[in-house]
């Protein structure tokens, strides 16, 4: 079973950039791809980002996009997104996950906090 593990979370204010890293412990990590999600207060997990661990290819909410970048080091097994010109409705806890082939996402990791004060 994979461990992950997010840090880099925090508070800052709207425009502030932030920086997530999901570091993979355990078994030999090789997922078929790499997630995160978010989850504001009150509101249901969502997608945000995802990058095929082989290929680098990815994918983006439409909320996030040009503003967020995901990216891996596969030597390290962490994924990483980069969150520029934060905004409030960005708030929420985020997750990372591995994904199978099968499309689906198989393992957490236990979140982060991310304020963006106005």
């Known amino acids: 079973q994979v461990q992950l593990v997010e840090s880099g979370g925090g508070l800052v204010q709207a425009g502030d950039s932030l920086r997530l890293s999901c570091a993979a412990s355990?078994?030999?990590?090789?997922?078929?791809?790499m997630g995160w999600f978010r989850q504001a207060p009150g509101k249901e997990r969502e997608f945000v980002a995802r990058i095929r661990w082989n290929t680098g290819s990815t994918l983006y909410a439409d909320s996030v996009k040009g503003r967020f970048t995901i990216s891996r080091d596969n030597a390290k097994s962490t994924v990483y997104l980069q969150m520029n010109n934060l905004k409030p409705e960005d708030t929420a806890v985020y997750y990372c996950?591995?994904?199978?082939?099968?499309?689906?996402?198989?393992?957490w990791g236990q979140g982060t906090q991310v304020t963006v004060s106005s």
């Open positions: 355990g078994r030999t990590f090789n997922p078929y791809g």
């Open positions: 996950a591995s994904q199978r082939i099968t499309l689906d996402y198989d393992s």
